[in-house]
């Protein structure tokens, strides 16, 4: 299927750390064209390990000062909106909680977009304890 073809193959968040089985696929992608990727994710340092004879590459998070540019982005805040005031600690305070993951900050500030500051600082308490959640404009208990 992939013989003499170009291709990027991207396998996110990888948690299987068999050897066999990441040999057992690297045969059949092992015929593609001259310049083919495999870009490979994993939390687990073994697996990153046992995929590759490179040294794995380890991401970082993104600093709390770039987290909090990003929130604000998502949601729309103007620097002068944000900076200097409660807006500001509210989302420090979010942001360490995301652990510089920007998927999960991109989410949140999606998701604030708009919201006024009693809503942010409803979320980052109570909503980032997994108490609550959002469902038709209503913040409603989850269930325990």
Known sequence: MIERKKYLLVLDDVW???RHLWLNLENYLKNGA???KILVTARNQRVAKIMTRDIPYRLEGLSVDDSLSLLMLMAYKKDDEWKDGRLEEIGRD????CGGVPLAIMTIGRLLCFKDTEDWEFFSGE????KYYRSGGQWKPAAL
């Open 94 to 97: 979010i942001v360490k909680k």
């Open 34 to 36: 001259r310049g083919s």
């Open 127 to 130: 909503f980032a304890k997994g």
């Open 16 to 18: 299987n750390d068999n």
